[in-house]
């Protein structure tokens, strides 16, 4: 599979009608998955007939047009990214844009079932920082939550990344009622094994089984909580994502806090999505997409596509709406996080 390289080192980059540059591209390279997370997906979901993906070549090629046209920091997500058919083969495929200077960090969000086998692959790719999803410590509720998951098996791919010299954070999302009193459990775990762990809020994305305001938690009220038993300093750390952190003094560890709902990050917004079927979401709270495969296909040739990039990030709007109340009780958005991934 033949793949273009890319040798300018910086680019100036796409700015956005509110002047913020936009740097980073993340990539659902599949809306499927091996887990059923209760706040992610119903458990009987439809997911996309395979024709309609785009193929691993084409997803190279629309990646690197983002590289081209400045975005420094590639996420591979889903759905479960590492259970479609020969991802490593993107990875290895895009890592060359790293080797060149063209990019900064090619990362991944993954729910961890499959790193046993990919961490040292996914290393030698010049992959140097993941994401990984756990939500509790408990295997009996990791499956209440994940519904198919296991949970030995995650633990054990958590194993394989460190030893593969990956770095790891981990992502749980605050679940009233759900993990509430595990997170100073989750706390020494992760900073006792030298990870991160970022809390983020659950977001009104799709129809799931149950009802959402059940399961909402501001984090406001778990940061709160969290400062009667740990000290917090803010500090600056940025991974150019949302996430604002703080250091907690008796484990030297970092907690991040995501929270779209409480505190909106969208003035400083630097991304966009694309879907596996090459759709472009400027934003993850709102609807409106561009769609990149039709001008991709069309020629062999980037000009089409650059202009259709173009269009879209001039569309970028301001911030999102999202919203959870007992009032409305439709999702914000209509599409899952799968589709767009986190
Ligand atoms: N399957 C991978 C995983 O779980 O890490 C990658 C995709 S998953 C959609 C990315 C992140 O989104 C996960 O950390 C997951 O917990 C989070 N997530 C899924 N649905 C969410 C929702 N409605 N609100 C907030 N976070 C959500
Ligand atoms: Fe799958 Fe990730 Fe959604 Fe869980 S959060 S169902 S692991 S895509």
């Known amino acids: 599979m033949a793949a273009q390289t890319l040798n300018r080192a910086h680019v100036e980059p796409m700015t956005d009608p ?27 979901m439809t997911f996309l007939p395979k024709r309609e993906l785009l193929t691993l070549e084409e997803l190279d090629r629309l990646c690197s047009a983002f590289v081209t ?21 993107l990875f290895r495929a895009l890592s ?11 990362t991944v969000t993954t729910n961890g079932s499959q790193l046993a086998r990919f961490a040292a692959e996914l290393r030698d790719c010049g992959v140097e920082r993941i994401n990984v999803s756990l939500d509790t410590l408990s295997s009996d509720r990791f499956k209440a939550i994940t519904r198919w998951g296991d949970f030995d098996k995650v633990i054990g791919g958590l194993a394989a990344a460190r030893e593969a010299g990956l770095k790891v954070k981990i992502n749980t999302v605050a679940l009233k009622g759900f993990n509430e009193d595990e997170f100073d459990e989750l706390i020494r775990w992760a900073h006792g094994d030298g990870m991160d762990l970022t809390f983020i809020e659950t977001m009104p994305m799709g129809e799931i089984d149950g009802d959402r305001t059940d399961q909402y938690l501001p984090l406001s009220i778990v940061r709160a909580r969290l400062m009667d038993r740990w000290t917090l300093e803010d500090i600056p750390y940025r991974t150019g994502g949302p996430a604002r952190y703080v250091e907690v003094k008796e484990t030297g ?6 929270t779209p709902m409480t505190h909106n990050f969208c003035e400083s917004c630097n991304r966009v999505r694309l879907t596996c079927t090459g759709q472009l979401y400027m934003c993850l709270g709102q609807d409106d997409r561009a769609d990149l495969r039709a001008p991709l296909r069309e020629s062999d040739d980037n000009a089409l596509l ?31 996080m799968s589709v767009t991934g986190g």
């Open 253 to 258: 560890g970092r907690i991040g806090f995501i």
């Open 69 to 89: 046209k400045g975005v420094r920091k590639l996420r591979i997500t889903g759905g479960e990214p590492l259970v479609r058919k020969n991802i490593l083969w």
């Open 18 to 44: 509110f002047g913020r540059g936009v740097t980073y591209l993340r990539v659902s390279v599949t809306d499927r998955c091996d887990f059923r997370c209760v706040y992610c997906m119903s458990e009987h």
């Open 306 to 336: 650059n202009a259709a990039i173009d269009e879209a990030i001039s569309r970028k709007p301001k911030g999102h709406d999202f919203v959870i109340d007992r009032r409305t009780s439709r999702p914000s958005v209509a599409r899952h």
């Open 96 to 106: 060359r844009h790293l080797e060149t200077g063209a990019m900064d960090e090619l």
